[in-house]
Every structure is written in structure tokens, then in C-alpha cells.
């Protein structure tokens, strides 16, 4: 994943690319185990993982550009009478994806959990009402089960995800943008 996004100056970075998708992995399959909770459905943790690696591909491009890193904000070609909106807009661009990053990770762990809580909770009230219903909640337990499955997909999809989008925007600032 690194060879394809960054090339060959990303072998550099394979360790920490590597620790954040094991510790991405290893919080969202927590989370699927019982009475516990995903750290990652928490915006605060991926808000600030994500930060962090924004801090990391500012510090690394002001590293190999210099201050050549701010023409980034200004692509080549740029008409003078679009400076005035191009800069704000490609700033803009740069400081967003710190929070596209964490967002994405967020919502999707929520989304999933909060599912997996709500049939869950309905394949209990079944249960507990005896009867007719008592037998009838094996439905939403195998949907559970199911959901479980795709879960799991998605805790190592959305920590594969999160990994290569910080390697796009580690690439983005090792070449220099534009």
C-alpha cells in the first residue's frame, strides 16, 4: 500500500502506517465483543489520531519543501484575478482532511455498533415476552449474527481505509501537492 501511494520513500514510514492499522483493527474488533465498547466510535479518539497525522504530513512537507511547502495554496496557472479564492480555497482543502479522515471512521464504527445494539435489544424484548414472541426471536438473533459478520468486515475495512488515506495525504505531502 505504501509502494503504490508514496513509492519508495514510504518505506520509511511502513512502521507507523502499520501501528495505526493494527491499533485501528484491534479497537474496532473489540468492540464487537459483549458489554464492551469500540474506542473508536468516540470522535475525540479518531479526531485526534487524525490530527496527529496531519501534524505529521505538515512537519514531514515543511521538512522536504521548506517554505517552497506553501506553493501547495497556489497551483501553477492560477489567473491573478483567482489568487484571492484559490488560496482560502486550497487551505481549506489541506486543513479538511483531518476531519474527513476522523469523520469517516466515526460515523461508520457508530453506525454499525448502534445497529448491532438495536436488534440486539429487540431480539431481548422478544424474548422476555414469552410466548409466541419467545419463539419468534430467533429471527432477529440470526440478523444479529449476520450483522456481526458484515461488522467485522468493517472494522478491517474502515482500519485498512483510515490507513490508506493517510498514506494519500503523507504522498500528497512528500511530493509537494499540485
Not at 9 to 15: D, E, K, T, V
Not at 138 to 152: A, H, K, Q, S, Y
Amino acid at each position: 500500500m505504501l509502494g503504490q501511494t508514496v513509492g519508495p520513500q514510504g518505506a520509511s514510514l511502513f512502521p507507523i502506517i502499520f501501528s495505526i492499522f493494527t491499533f485501528l483493527l484491534g479497537c474496532n474488533r473489540f468492540g464487537l465483543v459483549p458489554y464492551s465498547f469500540t474506542v473508536t466510535s468516540h470522535l475525540v479518539v479518531t479526531m485526534t489520531l487524525a490530527l496527529a497525522i496531519w501534524i505529521g504530513k505538515l512537519v514531514m512537507g515543511f521538512r522536504l519543501h521548506g517554505l517552497a511547502f506553501f506553493r501547495r495554496f497556489l497551483p501553477s496557472g492560477t489567473p491573478f484575478a483567482m489568487i484571492g479564492f484559490m488560496v482560502p480555497l486550497e487551505l481549506m482543502g489541506f486543513t479538511i482532511t483531518f476531519i474527513s479522515l476522523s469523520v469517516r471512521l466515526f460515523a461508520n464504527m457508530m453506525a454499525g455498533h448502534i445497529l448491532l445494539k438495536v436488534i440486539g435489544g429487540f431480539a431481548w424484548s422478544m424474548m422476555v415476552a414469552g410466548g409466541v414472541m419467545w419463539v419468534a426471536h430467533f429471527l432477529p438473533r440470526v440478523v444479529l449474527f449476520l450483522l456481526l459478520g458484515l461488522e467485522t468486515a468493517v472494522a478491517f475495512i474502515q482500519a485498512y481505509v483510515f490507513s490508506l488515506r493517510a498514506c494519500i495525504y503523507i504522498s500528497d505531502s512528500i511530493s509537494g501537492g499540485h
